[in-house]
């Protein structure tokens, strides 16, 4: 029998591998995204023709209650936020609003419509914030430290309460940073790996970064903290692990990382040596790109994942960056 699943947030990185995932398994497939002036979608082109495609918002419970009522999915993953910790800061109540209490409006469209829908919700190791541990499992105390990570724990403790108060399926993954090809530019990964491909190929108009300048001036990316520290894995791999944990006989919480970390210093230097530059001659450390407070260096323990999913991280760091880089310079030389 044919499954139908429900994915908010489909147009971002994590949605369109989800639904890469779910098109190969032959579900039935509905994708929300926000309504736009414009239809340009990258992230899913290719898979145009074997979606169906809803306009909505985690804002607006009406339409959320009518997508459930409508196509009543066997598996919602919902996966649509104000998804950018470092912009929460200019944007709390907007974060609030979508990341935290859209959550309980999906939950509710599923309580009504559809309350033996098995649910998936997107959290983040942002929830530990601060929190003194070099590794972080599912019993490590929560401890957010902005904005971002208190309204994705509020999604995470609603999507707990609702699994105790009404016996629903609803897991939360709490993953920690994935990155791919498919990652926004206002992610520090990405603000790299184009910067490299941008220097690399000589762009003379390169793209803009979240404050509107040229990601690449005078042959230099400017950034935040370089100090700072971070467990890296591949969203390709993390979405595997959200489809498993909807798969269980049980509905439970799980880490996924990959009990590593590195600073943003190694992420330049990984992704320079990529094309043989030193990193040292085009980073600028710049304040205006600093949080005003910065989560604790931590890796996330997937133990509990391995044992009970199956699931482990492949593909590594260094691979990953390089996979990054490579598909940067592709992408410049295509839009030359």
């Known amino acids: 029998m044919t499954k139908t699943a429900l994915i908010t947030g489909i147009t971002g990185q994590d949605g369109s591998y989800l639904a890469d995932l779910l098109v190969a398994k032959e579900y039935n497939l509905i994708g929300m995204a926000r309504r736009s002036t414009h239809y340009h979608h990258p992230n899913i082109s290719h898979l145009i023709g074997k979606i169906t495609l809803e306009h909505g918002d985690l804002m607006d419970s009406d339409t959320l209650n009518n997508l459930v009522a409508k196509y009543q999915p066997d598996e919602v993953y919902n996966l649509a936020a104000q998804s950018v910790p470092a912009d929460s800061w200019h944007q709390p109540i907007v974060t ?13 469209a599923v309580r009504r419509h559809k309350p033996d829908a098995r649910f998936y919700q997107a959290t983040s190791r942002e929830i530990y914030g601060g929190v003194d541990q070099e590794e972080v499992d599912e019993s490590t105390p929560f401890l957010a430290n902005n904005p971002y990570g208190i309204a994705k724990l509020y999604s995470h403790l609603i999507t707990r309460n609702y699994r105790e108060s009404y016996d629903m399926f609803a897991c939360g993954g709490i993953l920690f940073n994935h990155e791919s090809p498919r990652r926004g530019l206002h992610f520090v990964t990405r603000k790299v790996t ?36 971070r467990d ?12 498993l944990m909807l798969q269980q006989d ?5 880490v996924i990382g990959t009990n590593t ?10 992704a320079f040596d990529t094309v043989g530059l030193n990193w040292e001659d085009h980073v600028v450390s710049d304040a205006a790109f600093m949080r005003p407070t910065e989560i604790a260096a931590s890796r996330g323990n997937y133990a509990k994942a391995k ?24 992408r410049v030389k295509n839009n030359q």
């Not at 044992?307 to 592709?330: C, H, N, R, T, Y």
Request: charged share 25%; proline share 5%.
């Open 261 to 270: 970390a590195y600073t943003v210093r190694d992420l330049c230097q990984v």
């Open 96 to 108: 609030a609003e979508i990341t935290g209490v859209g959550t309980i409006r999906m939950l509710e």
């Open 307 to 330: 044992a009970e999913l199956g699931w482990e991280p492949e593909i590594s760091f260094q691979a990953l960056i390089d996979l990054m880089v490579k598909a940067d310079i592709e």
């Open 232 to 243: 890296w894995g591949y969203a390709k791999e993390f979405v595997e692990a959200m489809w």
């Open 250 to 254: 049980t509905p439970q919480d799980y």
């Open 194 to 229: 184009m910067a490299v491909a941008c220097i690399y190929c000589d762009i003379k108009h390169p793209p803009v970064n979240e404050n509107g300048q040229p990601l690449v001036q005078e042959g230099k990316v400017k950034l935040g903290n370089l100090d700072a520290v």
